[in-house]
Each structure stands twice: as C-alpha cells, then as structure tokens.
C-alpha cells in the first residue's frame, strides 16, 4: 500500500485555550459571502490532487508534527495534543486539517486563541490575526475520542488507527492520518516528527525513527518518545502498540536494526531481523545509501492481509512474511518514503519499483531471473484485465490494483531491456540521490532515463504505462 497494499499469493509469489466555536457540527459563512475573507485568502480544503480532493490542504507548507499521545486499549480511549509547525504559501484568514471524528477541544495558533468548526473530516481553524504568506506559525490542537479506522469497501480494505486485543495496529495509506492526528494528510506535504506516547505499563510503543530516551514508567503507565529526523508523508506515521518481543542491533554496514513481533510470531522475530539486515544493505548497494537512521520490521497479531512500509517500521498485519514480502516493504524505504509521490496517480513510482525489487531479489540469490518473471506475466492473454488497467494513471477508487505493482514492474524491466544495465542500475542510484526526502512525478523519472541513455524512451513509457492494452513489443 504507498501503500495499503494487500499481499495475495500472486504478489507474495514474486513477491492549550478553549475553542469559540463548537467542536462538531458548527458551520462557517462562505469564503465568497462574508465580508471578513476573500477566497484568495481562506486554505483551499483539499492539497490539489484530482483523485483525492480532499485529502490534504492548501494555504501552508507543515515541517514539523510534535504528537503528544495517551491511549488506553481497554477504553480505546485516544487524547491527543497535536503541535504542528508551518509555513502559510498565502495569505491565510482560515485553513483546514484533516481529521476523522475525534472531538476537538480547543486550538492555539501562535499561543492565541483560534476558532474553529468541523464539516466532514475538514477541520477549520479561524486564526485571531489572519497569517502572512511567508509566516511561520504554530497550531496546537487538543482531542480526545475513540479512532474509528477506516474500512473501504474495496480493495483497501481497514486502515488508519486500528485497536487490537493489547493495543493499537497502526498503518494509514493512503490517507488514514487523520484517523489520529489532524494533519495535512496527503504525500506532497513531508514532515519530521516527534512522538510522545503513554500507554499502561506492560505495553510497548513502536513510532517512526529512533527512540529519544529511556521510557518513563509512574502511576502504572509508561512513555515512550520516538523521533523521525527526516521528512516523512503523514500515511507513514505510526504508534503501532502492545505486547512485542525485540531484538535490536546493527546490519553489518551499520544500520540501526529493531525488529518486533507479537508473541504469537516470536518464532518469526529472528527471521525478520536477519533478513531485514541483509537486504537493507543489500539494497544501499543497489539503489544508493540507506536513507533513514533505522530499519527492521513490526509483526502484530491483527489479521489485514496486508503489508505497509511505514518510514524505518515495515508493518506485517498478521503474518509472517515471507523474503520477497520484506525485499518489497524495505525497498520502499527508497522508492515511496525517501522519494514520495507528488500525487496518487503516479503511485506506480512506488509499487512498481518495490515489486520490481522483488525480482531482482531473487535474481540476487540465483532464483529466478527478472527477465523469467517478466516473461511470465507477458504471456498473460491480451484480454487479462491488468492489460486495461494503465498503471501510469493510477485511478483512486482502485488505488492498489495489481497492474500498478506488475505493469509497473514490467516497465522498469523494459526500460532495463532498452538501456542495458550499466545505465539502468546508475539511473536508480541518480534517481534516489537527486530527489532524496523529496517528491517525485512519473515525467521527471522519464526525463532522467532519456538523459542518462541518451535515448527517446517516450514511445516506451507510453506503452507500458499509459495504454490500456498490452503492448505489442518489448
């Protein structure tokens, strides 16, 4: 999943004051009828992307979330202070965050009192003083409530903050963020975050980066604090949190390793840990350094099917994953969290290459080849349903259709197959280095494999990414 990512046996084969308004229910006047604010200064609702309206925000740029976090699995009782720090792109009278349920009790910008009103999953702040383009500013926001995940009817399946029997089961994409924290929620807006989080003593909290101290036990409760020091999209947070067994050291090129399992997997947690150091450095070999300041993987006992990339934390939902399960979710670590999406359509960038790592994988450990497997599924009939759907346009109400994994891969191989390897493997390591914590976009690959090769590639792009049909050579 960018991923909320299923893993069916086809992938896993290759694979602080008070508020002035109320909380909820409260509406504002129109941008356009009330005489206090123009359009051009009021946040537009949604970030911009098409299939996603209204995921996101516009009007600020977020560098930083400060989560300050209490929950109690018997209650699923979630309170929260959210701190975000961020920079207004316009001159702002009002902007939104997004965020699910949950009831807000008050919300501070720059220390001063903000108004505020709920219409769906928008949640409006009204500033005392409007904000300059350019400003920097701090909004506080104080919440409390039961999450509630979020459960699509379609191939997404649950995702958000998810309570188990001991805890919380967290993975977000592609916009499930807001199950637990107002946020920008969408990929184009990065951000580094810090995690304070008290549970009852007894539970683990695993977040995002690093820990930043020893957990704090009083009164039968303890406090974790975690930190993520690089940019991160907001469906990659995590508090996933329980009962775990862990083993932490360094691979071998001296990465920070922590591997996790739910005492229902312990038999699983040497086999996560070993392979996750192994292919971690693998991987800094072939797509350029380890990005972040940690890796490993998570198992937990909450049955999703699925598996997601959380920045450093891989999340397994439920079973123990198999070595191409975890050669896809590490090398997501580059293709999807280092370099982030600009917008879902172009999710491609993501799946395709995680699956693509796949088969180079096995290619890597003398199984089959990436050039058998891409043979495999070109023999597909040209009336199998993944020949219609274009992975180049990922379409929102079938985000994770398996095109976007396999065409997607396919492409990567057919572009290998064009430009030999030597500038295949050297586009890979320019291609992370030169957006590294960044966002991407399908034409700015396309534009670095035409410089690097030397080539017009546009005709091959076009046919395995944007055509709804199989292409007829390669």
Known sequence: ?????????????????????????????????????????????????????????????????????????????????????????????????????????????????????????????????????????????????????????????????????????????????????????????????????????GLTVLANGEMTGTPRTSGGKTTYSWREQHPMATYLATITLGRFELRQGRTRAGVANLAAADPKFRSSLDGVYTLSAE???????????????????????????????????????????????????????????????????DLWLNEGFATYAEWLWGEHKGKASAESVFKTYYGRPATDPMWSYPPGNAQSKDLFNQSIYIRGAMTLHALRRRVGDETFFRLLKEWTSAHEYGNVTTDQFVALAEKLSARRLGPLFDAWLFQPRRPAEW
Request: include cysteine.
């Open 1 to 201: 999943m960018g991923s909320l990512r299923p893993v069916p046996a086809l992938l896993a084969m290759v694979c602080g004051v008070f508020a002035c308004a109320p909380s909820t229910g409260a509406t504002l006047p129109s941008p356009i009828t009330s005489p206090a604010h123009s359009p051009s200064d009021v946040g537009a609702p949604g970030i911009g992307d098409p299939g996603f309206p209204l995921d996101g925000n516009g009007g600020y740029d977020v560098a930083h979330y400060h989560l300050k976090l209490g929950y109690d699995p018997a209650t699923d009782h979630l309170t929260g202070v959210a701190t975000v720090q961020a920079e207004a792109t316009q001159r702002l009278s009002r902007f939104n965050f997004d965020l699910a349920g949950l009831k807000v009790d008050r919300i501070a910008v720059n220390g001063a009192a903000a108004r505020f009103a709920r219409d769906g999953d928008e949640l409006t702040v009204i500033p005392g003083e409007p904000l300059r383009r350019g400003d920097s500013f701090t909004a506080t926001v104080s919440y409390s409530g039961r999450p509630a995940p979020i459960k699509d009817s379609g191939n997404l399946g649950t995702y958000g903050f998810i309570p188990t029997p001991d805890g919380a089961f967290v993975v977000c994409e592609p916009n499930g963020a807001k199950t637990w924290f107002p946020a920008n929620d969408h990929p184009a807006d990065k951000a580094r975050f810090d995690f304070e989080v008290t549970v009852p003593a």
């Open 279 to 345: 292919i971690t450095d693998h991987w800094s070999t072939v797509f350029g350094p380890y990005p972040f300041g940690s890796t490993g993987g998570v198992i937990d006992d909450f049955p999703t099917g699925y598996a997601l990339e959380n920045q450093t934390k891989p999340m397994y939902g439920g079973f123990a994953p198999e070595t191409g399960v975890i050669a896809h979710e590490l090398a997501h670590q580059w293709f999807g969290n280092s370099l982030s999406i600009r917008r879902w359509k």
